[in-house]
């Protein structure tokens, strides 16, 4: 019973994430949004390459060939995602994002127990953030789900830094940072990562300092070997996720964002100002997954709720720290007044837009350009708000007195519930349901607060109650946000991955597909993907979106596309898609045929070309006359790249086809050029009958090299340089990182000597 007690707070945390996501332990499989168009086809191609002894460095199958490995979002360095070489990819990403959401309380568990927060207060930090808005809507954005469970183990690193006293237990925990912060970034979301490493230098600054103001310790032993442990913690981090960090630095580099997002990019999903009701009220504007929303942007950005009772514990930390603010605080007391103050920049950063701060930082600061959607600064506010609920619980049952405000709660709670069937009854349609809705769940809401709040009064003459009046109040935080968050994941019958698209048939032999990026726009979110609404039930949609072969869901059937949708796109082929669709007429089919693209998607009807099909709700349409992928040509190299034009003789033929090899042998009776319609990118070499020879890039984009007249074998190999530096920067690193958390030899010696016989 005693340890039953002592682990109810994550026997509850467990509890509350596999009923948000029960329909996964029954063979249902996540697919709505990201998961169906770009997890499951990146992460199914790389892991099966694992499995068959080779490292992912290439995908042909998207936007006429990118880097796989270097795509931050593949995510194959971070260790839990190895679990997709045991299980089949589609349940893979259900079930590592689970253990995701609990890892998260789990870790603002530990931290919160560092600051010394008791049990009750730690349930209630854990839940309140790993089942929150945040956490739970994004959950099908699977790098996300997997940077935020680092957030709190990253603070519990640095709490634990800060309060190392001697060197060697300094060096241990700067060894745990080093290895939390490489896990973060190994993730695979940039943006997150950098969020959390800005709260923890920020939060590794203020506790040192306020430590040496209480302890008025050297500046040396206090300040500044404190966070030289953690700056150089951070920096081994880096340097244990260099393997991935290097090569995707490289796309960074020559992808469509090398100069940073625009200002329309950066400014997109600012958090909308009255989505503030969420934190109270998370249904007022509708859902997708009851298919009413009718807010600004999408959902997920501005989903924030913490739980009602989180809510009101956060206030009163608030409200104990300012009553007993000139006398002594606790350890946990002591972070109070950082985390409310690092709620308002944050907040304000997080409204972009609608403030003139973030479009004035974007303009004269550096680093704001790297990252669109300012909502998602609202981590660190659910966070921070998480963390001070637990500290407001904390003491919660020995606080002197609770004076009426629980009576009075519970009387505004029922006024909540009488107001809610009126409006619903007696204004109809007037006001939407969803407000009627929200209004009667935080009744509700309020009621059972109001009524806990009355328990406690009970449990101050009998404590021995007080153990089941702390289960009772954890069980209510999870059931509030368990509801709250209901069906915000849809779940499938993993069918809708393995079932062939009839669309596929339709592809010329040897030719990929292309749909233009404004049309490709459309057909997803005005054709295909409602943002307003999951449509969940209805297998006919996704049956018809699984039809569409939009990017990137060739890749699930084997087939590859001239476009994509991947964070970091290779931008001269991005401005080469630009490029074509300004252009009209014949020289615009020109143009698109030299992608090797033999059939057009379109959301809307077009006269010029013939009609192939349907795919899905999209038509399809046949380009004439496309190139083959590898042909011979004559080149005029009079602008940066190559201007190629196909030649009627000579031939060429690929003989070996694999994703970072391809092997081509040509025929011709005049000296040429070998020109492979794929993507021109750092790593790549090629060779002329074994002997290196310079590749060059041709029609805006793609590789050629010159053969001379007769048969000859053109070999192309990826050996990215970038991955070769970064392997061994993360092995040496590792290697450090070893020896820092290494048993000390003298703690060794100690326990052998005990070990041995007395004699």
């Not at 310790?217 to 150089?232: E, N, Q, T, W």
């Not at 859902?287 to 514990?313: H, M, N, R």
């Not at 907040?347 to 930082?361: I, S």
């Not at 059937?557 to 476009?563: F, H």
């Amino acid at each position: 019973m005693s340890r039953l007690k002592h682990r109810a707070p994550v026997i509850i945390l467990c509890l509350g994430a596999a009923a948000l996501f029960y329909r996964l332990f029954l063979g249902e499989v996540l697919f709505w949004g990201l998961p169906l168009l770009q997890f499951y086809g990146w992460r199914e191609m790389a892991f099966d390459l694992l499995r068959g002894g080779q490292l992912p460095l290439w995908n042909p199958l998207v936007g006429n060939g990118a880097p796989l490995l270097a795509n931050y979002q593949t995510a194959i360095f971070y260790p839990p995602n190895w679990l997709y070489l045991i299980l089949p990819t589609e349940y893979a990403m259900g079930f590592v994002a689970l253990l995701h959401v609990v890892w998260a309380g789990l870790g603002v568990m530990a931290y919160t127990r560092r600051l010394g927060v008791e049990r009750l207060g730690q349930g209630v930090a854990g839940l309140a953030y790993a089942l929150s808005g945040y956490v739970i809507s994004r959950f099908g954005v699977l790098t996300i789900t997997s940077t935020v469970a680092w957030l709190g183990w990253l603070l519990w690193a640095v709490e634990g830094l800060v309060r190392a006293g001697e060197r060697a237990g300094a060096r241990r925990l700067a060894g745990w940072l080093a290895a939390i912060v490489a896990l973060m970034l190994l993730a695979g979301h940039a943006q997150t990562s950098f969020y959390g490493l800005l709260l923890a230098g920020a939060y590794a600054v203020t506790r040192v300092v306020g430590r040496r103001e209480a302890g008025q310790r050297s500046v040396a032993g206090s300040v500044l070997r404190p966070l030289a442990f953690a700056l150089g913690a951070v920096v081994l981090g880096v340097m244990i996720a260099a393997v991935q960090l290097i090569p995707t630095f490289e796309l960074m580099q020559t992808s469509h964002r090398a100069g940073g997002v625009d200002r329309l990019a950066a400014l997109s999903y600012s958090f909308w100002p009255w989505h503030f009701l969420n934190f109270a009220l998370p249904g007022m504007f509708g859902s997708p997954a009851t298919g009413d929303y009718w807010g600004y942007g999408v959902y997920w950005e501005d989903a924030v709720y913490i739980g009602l009772l989180p809510l009101v514990l956060a206030v009163r930390a608030l409200w104990v720290w300012w009553q007993a603010r000139r006398g002594t605080h606790s350890p946990a007391q002591s972070v109070v007044p950082f985390y409310a103050l690092m709620v308002v920049p944050v907040t304000v950063l997080a409204l972009g837009w609608h403030t003139p701060v973030f479009p004035w930082l974007f303009d004269h600061v550096p680093t704001f350009d790297l990252f669109n959607a300012p909502a998602r600064w609202m981590v660190l506010v659910v966070f921070g708000l998480s963390v001070l609920a637990g500290i407001g619980a904390s003491d919660w049952h020995a606080a002197r007195e609770s004076g009426g405000w629980p009576g009075i709660g519970t009387v505004i709670g029922v006024a909540l519930l009488i107001a809610g069937f009126a409006a619903g009854r007696m204004l109809g349609d007037l006001v939407k349901p969803s407000f009627v809705r929200s209004t009667l769940r935080l009744g509700v809401a309020v009621v059972l607060t109001g009524v806990v709040g009355l328990l406690l009064q009970a449990i101050r003459q009998r404590p021995h109650w007080r153990p089941a009046w702390e289960v009772a109040v954890l069980a209510l935080i999870a059931a509030d946000l368990v509801t709250a968050h209901w069906g915000l994941n849809p779940t499938i019958d993993s069918a809708i991955y393995h079932t062939r698209s009839a669309a596929v048939d339709l592809i010329p032999d040897g030719t990929r597909t292309l749909i233009l990026p404004a049309d490709d726009y459309d057909a997803k979110y005005e054709v295909l993907l409602d943002l307003d609404n999951f449509r969940a039930d209805d297998a006919a949609h996704w049956r018809a979106v699984r039809e569409s072969l939009i990017p990137n869901l060739p890749m699930l059937d084997g087939a590859a596309s001239a476009s994509n949708f991947d964070p970091l796109l290779v931008g001269h082929h991005a401005a080469l898609l630009k490029e074509i669709e300004a252009l009209d007429g014949e020289e615009g089919l020109a143009r698109m045929a030299q992608l090797n693209a033999g059939l057009l998607l379109s959301p809307t009807p077009r006269a010029d070309l013939p009609l192939a099909g349907r795919a899905g709700p999209l038509y399809a349409y046949t380009i004439p006359d496309p190139w083959p992928r590898a042909a011979l040509a004559t080149c005029d190299a009079g602008g940066e790249t190559l201007s190629c034009e196909r030649v009627p003789d000579g031939a060429a033929r690929i003989v070996v086809d694999e994703p970072s090899r391809v092997v081509i042998t040509t025929r011709s009776v005049r000296p040429a050029w070998l020109v492979l319609v794929d993507t021109d990118y750092p790593g790549w070499r090629a060779s002329l009958d074994g002997e290196p020879v310079t590749i060059y890039r041709a029609n805006g984009a793609f590789r050629a090299v010159e053969v001379p007249a007769g048969e000859h074998e053109v070999a192309f190999e990826y050996r990215p340089a970038s991955v070769r530096i970064g392997g061994v920067v993360s092995a040496a690193a590792l290697l450090v990182l070893a020896r820092l958390l290494a048993p000390r030899r003298d703690k060794v010696n100690d326990v052998l000597a005990e070990a041995q016989p007395q004699v």
